[in-house]
């Protein structure tokens, strides 16, 4: 819990921290410029206070690593919900309003997240998940975008590190394999995830895990 909110904190801050012109860079989501990946964490931060309000029966269906759906091709941009984020962000025609909407929405969902059993069971995406476990794979979600937000701005606020570590460690738990210790959390998070490619040295580094990867998850 304290690690979902110490990643979403950082995430916030990063994005408050942005130039105007910031906005109109490419982000390191394929396709997305930052704007646009700003207003993906809108939504997001939308999904977290709907599912803290939905309470569900039954035992877990899913847990913090086998929430994700797990492909092996990277997403094509067509999926409805990517063009609307696009159009979306579009929208909001001033990033101001867009750093307005993410910190008002984003604070009421950490504060939700702050005030909630980690026992209790929500349902989300038709699934069954504890609370800990759905807000788990935020630390996830929040560390990625994170990286994405900053893989043009050099100059921006990194993840931070027990974000990184603890994100790294649920990949390598999905991939049922280590990455080599010569690879920084942050390297292992945007090779794993295909989010860039590796260089000779590093395949050469990874073994067989290269055949594995990467994997996208969504």
Do not use: N
């Not at 797990?70 to 919900?81: A, E, Q, R, V």
């Amino acid at each position: 819990m304290d690690l979902f909110s110490r990643s979403w904190t950082a995430l916030r801050a990063a994005v408050a921290d942005l130039a105007d012109e910031d906005f109109a860079r490419p982000s390191g989501c394929t396709g997305w410029l930052v704007r646009d990946l700003v207003c993906h964490l809108v939504i997001d931060a939308q999904d977290v206070l709907i599912t803290l309000a939905t309470p569900a029966d039954g035992e877990p269906t899913r847990d913090a690593l086998t929430y994700w759906e797990i492909s092996d091709t990277p997403p094509t941009g067509d999926d409805p919900l990517d063009a609307l984020t696009v159009r979306l962000a579009a929208a909001y025609g001033e990033p101001h309003l867009l750093k307005f909407h993410l910190d008002d929405v984003g604070s009421a969902a950490g504060r939700a997240a702050e005030l909630a059993d980690p026992g209790l069971r929500v349902g989300t995406r038709g699934e069954v998940l504890t609370v800990g476990d759905y807000l788990s794979t935020y630390v996830m979600e929040w560390t990625l975008h994170h990286l994405d937000l900053i893989a043009h701005l050099p100059d921006a606020a990194p993840p931070p590190a027990e974000g990184l570590a603890r994100s790294r460690e649920m990949l390598e738990q999905i991939t049922g394999s280590a990455f080599p210790p010569s690879f920084s959390d942050a390297d292992a998070l945007l090779v794993g995830t295909g989010r860039r490619a590796p260089t000779a040295a590093e395949e050469a580094e990874l073994g067989d895990l290269a055949s594995k990867l990467p994997i996208y998850l969504g």
